[in-house]
């Protein structure tokens, strides 16, 4: 199985507004609304962000938010902060019944 | 709360086995709402999913790893352990383990990671 297809890095400035995106195909993201992100910071383990496309955990700010359409998952970020440089990693759920991820996505915060 | 502790040997030879045992507190193997994966880093580089296990004892492997890799899970423990055989320097990586919930398939809680180097 390939692994989902991220953009290398992104960067926007504080208070700005950022995207990423994650492509598949209609046998992983396309086909399910099982399309999670997570955000990992230097030595630490990844952190649930967003799960089933769009929904947000207990906890996670109202700033993270998620999206589909077709074969293509996104995370937005709005009015980013400091804290949010990190790299971001969407997975999902396949036809197979395997997981895979992206390659992950590192945020500047400029 | 839920907590993960990855455990087992950080150094493994070329060619011998890898095995990783995940304790679990607070929570139980037995659950049904959850699978129990691992997940894999290697330094400087993306997640990569391994394989889940059900309560039941279903597992699923990554293709790519499928003939190298067993999970098991032990109830009687709260555990769940992966042995990967036939190791080389590209299996070197930070292993975690997870809970992978079973009604989005999200991973909602993670263990700290434990580094393991493949070297002679």
Redesign the interface.
Known sequence: QSALTQPASVSGSPGQSITISCTGTSSDVGGYNFVSWYQQHPGKAPKLMIYEVSNRPSGVSNRFSGSKSGNTASLTISGLQAEDEADYYCSSYTTSSTLVFGGGTKLTVL | QLQLQESGPGLVKPSETLSLTCTVSGGSVSSGSYYW?W?RQPPGK????IT?IYYSGTT?????LKSRVTISLDTSKNQFSLNLNSVTAADTAVY?CGR??NS?????S????TLVTVSS
Do not use: A, K, R
């Open positions: 994966s997940i993306g997640l990569e999913w889940y699923i492997y990554n293709p790519s975690y992978l919930t989005g398939f999200n991973f909602d993670w263990g700290q990671g």
